[in-house]
């Protein structure tokens, strides 16, 4: 009987140990998405944003409206969305099958014709991604400002 408790304790652990081991790397993964995904925002990179989200992204802007995926590339375009910084920090990820969700706090420097340039923006925001195979895609973002210095 001790070896039979033994051995289930060390399969339980063993699988326990893997599990979290995935999800660290999962983590990672996501935490990595979402510097590309800054930073693909603070280049102006919609081609890159392409690759990163969902074509059927449905966001909840500061400005409380809600765009998709097409406006958010519209916007880019006519300079709507223009940082001199774009800086994000990442307070939680928790993981639901195949679904992350990332919230934080992002600090931003509007500039040329977007609202608040030249301001220190800071806003509170979650973001949900969707892993479709292996692919990790962002399905739908809000922020909020909190402060405009």
Avoid at 20 to 29: I, T
Avoid at 30 to 47: F, S
Avoid at 53 to 61: D, F, G, L, Y
Avoid at 86 to 98: A, C, G, K, T
């Amino acid at each position: 009987m001790g070896q039979a408790k033994t051995a289930i304790l060390f399969i339980i652990w063993f699988l326990a140990g893997n599990a979290a081991q995935a999800q660290q790397a999962e983590e990672a993964q996501i935490r990595q998405l979402e510097n590309a995904e800054r930073e693909a925002i603070l280049k102006g990179d919609t081609a890159r944003l392409s690759q990163l989200m969902s074509p059927n992204i449905v966001v909840h802007n500061p400005e409380n409206t809600i765009v998709g995926y097409a406006q958010i590339v519209e916007r880019i375009q006519k300079g709507m969305i223009n940082y001199d910084s774009f800086e994000r920090l990442i307070e939680r990820v928790s993981f639901f099958d195949n679904t992350a969700v990332v919230m934080g706090k992002e600090t931003i420097k509007p500039k040329g014709t977007t609202k608040n340039a030249g301001k220190t923006v800071t806003r509170r925001f979650t973001n949900i991604w969707l892993k479709d195979g292996s692919t990790w895609r962002l399905i739908a973002r809000q922020s909020t400002i909190v402060s405009v210095k």
